[in-house]
């Protein structure tokens, strides 16, 4: 089975909205060996929909339609539906059910607009959505699967989870394992340092392949190996994982898509240990990152955002001779705030970041991106300088990743420097 | 002048990667008026691109492809550019000089593999790369024109405004103006509310035509309207917005591409206030996104994350009696987080949260998604109560919006009830 995913709505096309749909459900298929042979964007029209459908029909047996369905009044997709399979719409009382208490729930008073969305075409098996109102549609014909969920992210993910992918997996039956893929996340490391720190790759991985994946937090290196067995491909992979772990394993935070946050929150709650931020110019990124991990209360105590140089001086006790001598971007300065936020917030552990992220502040001697982080525990209290760029939001999203992952290497006893 | 854009790469395919390239592009070309009349992903495989090539050919005179083109060894993408145009690579002196100055300001070497990533197709001129190391192509045949740039989005996006745009607008020449686009942003009301706020929309509208693209943030309208003048199109523009505005106005927080962190720091500036947050279930969220804002450390004074109840009472002069009587998600203790922040910083306003975010910590009594929104200035210190969902994340984003939406309405004197 290969599957095309569609995805309509003019709010695509004309880039008011990014795409985040179709990365979900072909990240959900790959995981059951569904390939995605092609996605592809369309106009919220009636003739390109009915094209498109055709099309997708005669390269692919599972056919993913999201966007086009909501409670207003451009739907031009569930007439198009209707027309491709010659269906005719019918009030359908579990969906319906479903709605009212959507809005019971909430308070709210149900509205006409809101209860037509309970229509669903009559060769359809309605799609329950719990997040939402707009239901969705499973259609098959012809032995092939048509599915169209409402586009809004997270009522389409939920939907996808809950019904879409156990029907999938269901149709499909049980398949043989012939590949296995999985990522090491790395940070801390240019992708052509790394790639040329890999050495010979045909030596490395055989017949397996392997994808560098760059963004701001680092490198994603995806892996895929094939065989007859599952084992096999797992044991391809144990190989070329140990030979990648000895040349660059202090640069691995994690796998799959672990992020960096959840790694340390781990850490910190095997080792019973408590945090607690002083953040200048990243200004509440990393402990929104950190408090993005639930329970995350077990092992955060508290952060300050010490914006201005009085915030450091009077919740940081950071020096005022240090502040005025080296600058509020310096070594001691970061140096002090971690030991300040340690000793006020009583934890085992601080963390501080101060630096430069532009556009405006720079100078000769500290230009934009400029940054210097702060660790102290009981028995190291340390900082190291770090240059990045020149963009504030991808310096802000660097530097909280520099931070996290500093911290990771101070609770593996793994150095700062190297 | 038609536009069709194809991504490359299989982490896109598996879902590994959100295709932020293509909604960039689509909205700069939008402004342009060149339509995007379709978007497509497909595979890191010669054949597959060479016939999707072809294909966008047959359908459009621009074809803009990303992905592909990185210094690591998965790069099928040039060697196909290479076969389709029957083109030989040439060594390019300026895009080399670019990669040396690229790796000098950095402190590193240049390696072999980025060296090569100055050859050039032929029949190109080349795409300076000033945030990375891989050049652009832009090739015209039979006239039609191809533009290949690499994936990697702040790359990317900063090739194809610097060079790639200009080109663009200057082959094209000066176009006649008949639509125009135009975005309210709105927040705190519903979709299918706002929907049955705004009444007959035939009537509203007229010819012109609106989307409603609901996120977690709020609502954006998006208006387009058609006519022989771009004066006609911006009258009609403003007597529909009008009409809007007279029944949803204090729901609308701007225009276009507006964040409300930086209308909310447009309006602090414009009153010379000052700002201090109190953040408790947020974790950083709304700091991290008031610092987003270049310049904010003209009004921005601190903040601090309070996750324990100790924080709340050293940092924020919080009584301990109301934490024990009335909980720390609270009315009261939100208004006294607002007004210690104030105090303690000593800023114009103090703007305080505090809430149940999920999965864990709910009651019945105090279910997951309740939160409280605190303002304090030296005339009023109050709070708002909010019911958010169980999603962790969503519920931040949440609560960050409507906390900012309580500071725009508190500048603006909109009452914050309704």
Chains 1, 2 share one sequence.
């Not at 075409?121 to 048509?146: L, Q, S, Y």
């Not at 043989?176 to 893929?181: A, L, R, Y």
Request: glycine share 10%; charged share 25%.
């Amino acid at each position: 089975m290969k599957a095309y995913l569609i995805s309509i709505g003019d709010e695509l096309l004309i880039g008011q909205t990014v795409n985040t749909n179709v990365s979900f459900i072909a990240e959900k298929l790959t995981e059951v060996q569904i390939p995605v042979v092609k996605t592809s964007v369309i106009s919220d029209t009636a003739d390109g929909i009915l094209a498109e459908l055709d099309l997708a029909g005669k390269i692919a047996e599972l056919i993913i339609i999201t966007g086009g369905l909501g409670p207003t009044h451009d739907d031009v997709t569930m007439k198009s539906i209707l027309r491709f399979f010659n269906s005719e719409p019918v009030m359908n009382e579990i969906v319906l059910g479903d709605i009212k208490s959507f809005f019971e729930k909430r308070g709210k008073e149900l509205t006409e607009t809101n209860r037509l969305q309970a229509l669903v075409p009559d060769v359809a098996k309605p799609i329950r959505n719990f997040k939402g109102t707009a239901p969705g549609n499973w259609i098959e014909k012809d032995g092939k699967v048509f599915v169209t969920m409402p586009g809004v992210p997270y009522e389409m993910k939920d939907m996808f989870v809950t019904t879409v992918l156990p029907w999938i997996t269901e149709k499909v039956g049980i398949r043989e394992h012939e590949t296995f893929t999985k990522n090491l996340m790395t940070t801390g490391i240019a992708e052509s340092v790394l790639f040329d720190r890999l050495g010979n790759l045909d030596e490395l991985l055989g017949a397996s392949t392997m994808a560098f994946l760059p963004n701001q937090y680092g490198v994603k290196l995806r892996i895929t190996t094939r065989g007859t067995t599952q084992e096999e491909c797992h044991n391809k992979m144990t190989e070329i994982e140990q030979k990648i772990r000895m040349v660059a394993g202090r640069y691995i935070y994690g796998i799959n898509d672990d992020k960096l946050e959840h790694i340390i929150g781990k850490l910190l709650i095997e080792r019973d240990l408590t945090l607690s931020i002083a953040e200048s110019c990243t200004g509440g990124l990393i402990s929104h990152r950190i408090t993005n991990v639930p329970g995350s209360s077990n092992f955060f105590e508290r952060s300050v955002v010490s914006y201005s140089n009085g915030a450091k001086v009077e919740f940081l006790r950071v020096n005022e001779d240090f502040l005025h001598n080296y600058g509020a971007v310096s070594f001691e300065v970061a140096r002090q705030m971690a030991e300040g936020i340690r000793a006020v917030s009583m934890t085992d552990i601080g963390l501080s970041v101060t630096g430069i992220m532009g556009p405006g502040g720079g100078t000769v001697n500290k230009p934009v991106g400029l940054v210097y982080i702060g660790i102290c525990d009981d028995k190291v209290c340390t900082a190291k300088e770090f240059r990045f760029g020149e963009e504030r939001i991808l310096n802000k999203e660097r530097t909280s990743q520099a931070a996290l992952d500093m911290l990771r290497r101070h609770l593996l006893g793994i150095p700062y420097d190297e």
